[in-house]
């Protein structure tokens, strides 16, 4: 059976990053095990592409929720990358890091080294921010941040419309203040997509030590002894064992890590008895503390056809965002689908902003669907910290089986009313001045929406998951808490998770920064404890 130092499962956001510095520590030998492909498929480099990588399953897991309750039954569709980059090969390109209190409240739950104080240095470490180095930001790490390199005409209208109501102009939302709006950073560079598979597999790859398994489904966790002493994965067709000489590091984000450790036997007892897989460890919250962003769409219709919408509909502007893009690398193609957006306080009891809002220059009925035909954009209002928790959890002992992923969006009165006040503040916007000027119909909620149990219905019943699930081998000390602050997981030597799963709570805004800065920070705590 091969031998490795450490065997890395998952090349995704947070495993890009732990491979490429365990190689780059030049004395360990690293096998990378991914479930998809290479990252070769050419929508995936283009930020427009993000439209047609969201339904591929080449390069998307494309799960599924079970019938939510709180939905009218309705089930909820889930992109999540397959592919070496995982999701950060497809994902909407917001750079964003949350609050500073979000971290500080990780460490309020007792995981020394958690605090926003202790994240920052990752950050730091991860970024190549424009304007170079700073106190708060990094200036030559391998994730290249621009602030969108293409913003559309409708972006400063949005803008204007968020300075009409009174928010103040945010320069950089990664900064210290937060409340307000103002453009987005992008991991965009060059007119490309900045993944961790470019920025981190690509270099580690490289290395003699490092090794990269494509197409490798890992269906367990070899454990012996209470240790983890390797994986089994399914490639080909073939099985194949792999030692682990130090540690594994399951990085297969937040339904495929619960999922791995529930199948290896690791998980509630109950579960894993039920379906005939010897309990390894007892750990009653893998899978459990699910949270994701609820995000609920707000579209207009206008007759200023400066929308995504008129560059693809509309055959001489596609033939020139070709071109443009063939021969330049700018122009619609390098859109990332929100350029810019807000953070509100949307209660009036709040002491800090907890609704998010994504503007698009772009509408859709629904994202399995093309773009409206007329001119449209879209405003996605999202609660930042919900209350709402749910859960993955395997049906079956079949690793290739689909888990059960129950969410319970708006399953809080505190979550339904954040979601309400949202929905109004972005018609709110959409009915300022600046905006009422080019608005030519309200095609969601729709004006026939005029009270609260309006506005719920209509989170209800056109909400979408904003793509940012968290929680599931949740960090921390007491029985329920799968990994310790230093990501082992708790009774079994020799495995550790680092990716989204391990977030107690999840952050105000976009996940992606959060879950690279959790791999560089895996990477120094892995490396610590090797030495
Ligand atoms: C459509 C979409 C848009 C988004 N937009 C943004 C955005 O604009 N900004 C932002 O900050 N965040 C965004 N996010 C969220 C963000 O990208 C994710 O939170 C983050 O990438 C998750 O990182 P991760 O390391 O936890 O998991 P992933 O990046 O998903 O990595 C997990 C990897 O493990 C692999 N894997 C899983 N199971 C196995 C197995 N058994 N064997 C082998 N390999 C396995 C997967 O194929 C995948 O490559 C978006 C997400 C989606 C889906």
Redesign the pocket.
């Known amino acids: 059976m091969e031998e490795f130092d450490f065997v890395v499962?998952?090349?995704?956001?947070?495993?890009?990053p732990i491979v490429d510095r365990l190689t780059a520590a030049g004395r360990y030998r690293v096998l990378l095990?991914?479930?998809?492909p290479d990252d070769t498929n050419r929508w995936l480099s283009i930020p427009l592409g993000?439209a047609r990588?969201?339904l591929d399953p080449e390069v998307?897991?494309e799960f599924v929720t079970e019938p939510e309750a709180r939905l009218d039954g309705r089930r909820v569709y889930?992109?999540?990358?397959?592919?070496?980059?995982?999701?950060?090969?497809?994902?909407?390109?917001?750079?964003?890091r949350g609050l500073p209190s979000d971290y500080d409240a990780w460490r309020q739950m007792g995981n020394e080294g958690w605090s926003f104080d202790d994240c920052l240095p990752y950050f730091k470490r991860l970024e190549a921010y424009p304007g170079g180095e700073s106190d708060l930001h990094g200036g030559d790490g391998p994730v290249k941040i621009t602030q969108g390199e293409y913003h559309g005409e409708l972006s400063a209208s949005f803008l204007a419309a968020c300075a009409e109501v009174g928010l103040p102009p945010i320069a950089d939302f990664n900064s210290v203040a937060h409340e307000g709006a103002g453009l987005?950073h992008?991991?965009v560079s060059n007119g490309r997509r900045v993944s961790?598979g470019q920025a981190y597999v690509g270099p580690a790859r490289r290395r003699a030590n490092c090794r990269v398994e494509t197409g490798?489904?890992?269906?367990r966790i070899d454990l012996a002894d209470g240790r983890a002493t390797g994986v089994t994965?399914r490639k080909d067709g073939q099985s194949v064992s792999v030692r682990a000489r130090c540690d594994v590091v399951v990085?297969?984000?937040?339904?495929?890590?619960p999922?791995?450790l529930q199948?290896s036997g690791i998980g509630p007892a109950a579960l894993l008895g039920g379906l005939g897989i010897p309990v390894a460890r007892d750990l009653p919250g893998v899978g459990e503390n699910l949270q994701d962003h609820w995000g609920v769409r707000s579209t207009y219709k206008t007759w200023w056809r400066v929308t995504v919408n008129d560059d693809i509909n509309l055959l001489h502007r596609r033939l020139s965002a070709i071109v443009e893009y063939a021969l330049l690398r700018t122009g619609p193609l390098t859109a990332?689908?929100?350029f810019v957006g807000a953070f509100v306080r949307a209660l009036p009891q709040s002491n800090s902003p907890e609704a998010q809002f994504?503007f698009f220059p772009w509408s859709t009925d629904r994202n399995d669907r093309g773009l409206h035909l007329v001119s449209g954009f879209t405003i996605l209002a999202n609660q930042s910290r919900p209350e709402s928790r749910g859960h993955i959890r395997i049906t079956s002992a079949d690793?290739a089986a689909r888990p059960a992923i129950v969410a319970n969006y708006l399953s809080t009165d505190h979550d339904r009313a954040v979601t309400v006040a949202a929905i109004k503040f972005a018609r709110l916007l959409a009915r300022t001045t600046t905006l009422s000027r080019i608005v030519t119909e309200e095609l969601l909620p729709g004006v026939e929406a005029g009270n609260d149990r309006d506005f719920l219905a209509h989170a209800r019943k056109e909400g979408q998951?904003?793509?940012?699930?968290?929680g599931t081998c949740r960090m921390g000390s007491d029985p329920a808490a799968v990994v310790d602050a230093r990501l082992r997981v708790h009774g079994i030597a020799g495995l550790r998770v680092?990716?989204?799963?391990i977030m107690p709570t999840l952050v105000s805004?976009?996940?992606?920064?959060?879950?690279?800065m959790?791999?560089e920070k895996a990477a120094d705590l892995i490396l610590a404890d090797a030495r």
């Open positions: 499962v998952g090349a995704g956001s947070s495993g890009g095990l991914e479930a998809g993000f990588t969201f998307n897991w889930w992109p999540c990358g397959k592919v070496i980059g995982g999701t950060s090969a497809i994902n909407g390109m917001v750079y964003i987005y992008a991991t961790t490798a489904l890992v269906e994965y990085c297969a984000g937040a339904v495929g890590s999922q791995l199948l990332n689908p929100a994504q690793p998951s904003a793509c940012h699930p968290v680092a990716d989204a799963s805004g976009n996940t992606n920064a959060a879950c690279m959790i791999g």
